[in-house]
């Protein structure tokens, strides 16, 4: 079949992953390209979305149920968009699928992990842990197939393809160059933590147990290095007294102008997290202000309304490793006219929401604005961004966007079959 008519999706995270499938279902073939070995991008790293603290494994559950038995979506993990050209009708685009040297008869067995000798940082966890060179991205990876990190690999090793009895393993798989022409392109390439190392003042990289908010997230979840159990990195040590730093780098000139609008209520999830474990934990949370728009004004008021949590309003200037692997705070207290000198177990670093594509290669024919985002506004007609690579939004709001995004590219691809 000729891609002509189809509808491109460039990431296959929770935006993503939503247009496609709704665009597909209504009968539209789409193209869904993923860089990553494996869809659901940062939600399948959340232990819990706010405000009713339900995990997500459930929703990309659903969403891959509904993938699977979906003919209209072709997915390509592991794989890079590399231009686009054209116009609306007649895109031409060039994808790069990059080897993850095992194949479609992986059954997921486990088999090749026992054998092999090699480790790599597990980016899953933020690098709180590691795997072996031959992984399982997630326990809910799709395609559920493993991956080779070759470049962890001992040199001459092949322990794996002898451990396979299904022949899954190619070590000499190669970089394929596709050629596709597609009617429309959504853009929903996402978000990545703002580099918490540039805050030199805040400790992230000096001090043990500076943790930034994706950590505090992997930490929490069952499926992240401790468990479920939060613990303070440096000596397991359960946490007892915790800090939030609100804003670690963002409405910030010098790292990220802008707000990007979650950061609030996700602490304020963490510090949940953290009572459901241990209700006698003393939290406090630095806040330049609170923004929680609109219905999650209550989940604010219920955290708020916990006798353990105090909210600061005022900066932290700095942080200092204390006493027993204990950190050390300097902030403002606003409110207060005052310094404040706090001393906790561990400090979490709200760093905002980044734009994948910022610092990356830039997609030859998709425009960025300075921070990196894709607005609208700058995209040559036939071209639409969704969710958080058009702006910071929380998940609803990105599934909201998504849902909009697959009506424009399906009127696009309409316009093409049906002219």
Known sequence: MSEQGKILVI???????????EASEVGRD????ERSPTLGGRVSKFHQYFPKLCPPTC???INYKRLRANPHVQVHTNSDVLSVSGDAAKFKVKVRKNPTFVN???VACDHCTAVCPSERRNDFNAGMDKTKAIYLPNKMAY???YVIDRTACEPGCSKCIDACKYGAIELEMQTQELELEVASVVVATGWKPYDAKKLTNLGFSSVPNVINNIMMERISSVSGPTKGQILRPSDQKPVERIAFVQCAGSRDENHLSY???????????????????????KIYIFYIDIRTPGKYEDFVAKVQAEP?????????????????????????????????HLEVDMVVLATGMESSLRGQ???????????????????????????????????????????GAALKAIQTAMGVTNG
């Open 11 to 21: 990431g296959g995270g929770i935006s993503g992953l939503t247009t496609a499938l």
């Open 30 to 33: 789409v193209i869904l390209v």
């Open 59 to 61: 929703g990309l559950e």
């Open 104 to 106: 479609e008869k992986c």
């Open 143 to 145: 395609p559920p197939r």
């Open 259 to 281: 707000c990007s609008s979650i950061c609030c209520l996700a602490s304020l999830k963490h510090a949940k997290y953290v009572l459901a474990q241990n209700p006698e934990a």
């Open 308 to 340: 353990n949590v105090t909210m600061i309003k005022g900066k932290v200037a700095k942080i200092v490793a204390g006493e027993n692997g204990g950190v050390q705070l300097e902030a403002e207290d606003i409110h207060q006219q005052s310094k404040v």
């Open 361 to 403: 290669a830039q997609i030859a024919g998709i425009e960025l604005d300075a921070d990196g985002f894709v607005p609208q506004e700058l995209q040559k007609a036939g071209i639409y961004s969704a969710g958080v690579a058009k702006r910071p939004v929380d998940v609803n709001s990105s599934i909201q966007d998504s849902t």
